[in-house]
Each structure stands twice: as C-alpha cells, then as structure tokens.
C-alpha cells in the first residue's frame, strides 16, 4: 500500500472530524461516561481491525481512549488508516 505524502494526509484529515497528524501517525482521543463503555467500544473496534488485519497503537486510561494509526509495512500513513478512522468513528459514533 502506498504511503500518503502530508498534502494527502492533510486533505483526507479535513473529512474526518478531530483526527491529526503527529509523528507520522494520526491520532484522536474519545472520552466515554465509563470504563465499561471505554472497554467495550475498545472491544467493538478490536474486532473490526481484525478481520482487517490493521491494528491501531491505543492507550487506555479509565474512560478515555486514544488511538494512533499508521501502516507500519507501508512505513507512514495509507488509505488503510483513513479508512480505518472513519470506521472507527462510526462505531464510536454507535455507542
């Protein structure tokens, strides 16, 4: 897969809502009511990546979670983590 250079990266950014760019990764942090829902969304999001084989870096902290993306064969960020953000934002965005 082909590695997005900044300019790719910047524009599929603007599509997503609070994702960004930092140390060749790009990352967001979600807050949830609990622990519970943190583990759980954690969970869903688990499952997804994979079957598609893409595994996100995160860390966990009670009911805060933050996820960093890059396709570390490609070397820097690809379509696969835009695409994988987006999915995960919509299953944050489920509950």
């Known amino acids: ?4 250079n900044t ?4 524009k599929n950014l603007k ?8 140390d060749d990764m790009i990352e967001k942090s ?7 829902e943190a583990f759980s969304v954690m969970t869903h999001i688990a499952f997804v990546c994979e079957k ?3 595994h996100p870096n995160w860390e966990n902290a009670y009911n805060s979670l933050t996820i960093k993306l890059s396709t ?3 070397g820097g960020i690809t379509q696969k983590d835009i695409d994988l953000a987006k999915t995960i934002d919509d299953i944050v965005a489920q509950g």
């Open 72 to 74: 570390h064969d490609a």
């Open 52 to 54: 598609q084989n893409h």
């Open 30 to 36: 979600f807050t949830f009511k609990d622990f519970k």
């Open 1 to 4: 897969m082909k590695k997005l």
């Open 7 to 10: 300019n790719e990266i910047e």
């Open 15 to 22: 599509k997503l809502s609070g994702w960004s760019l930092n």
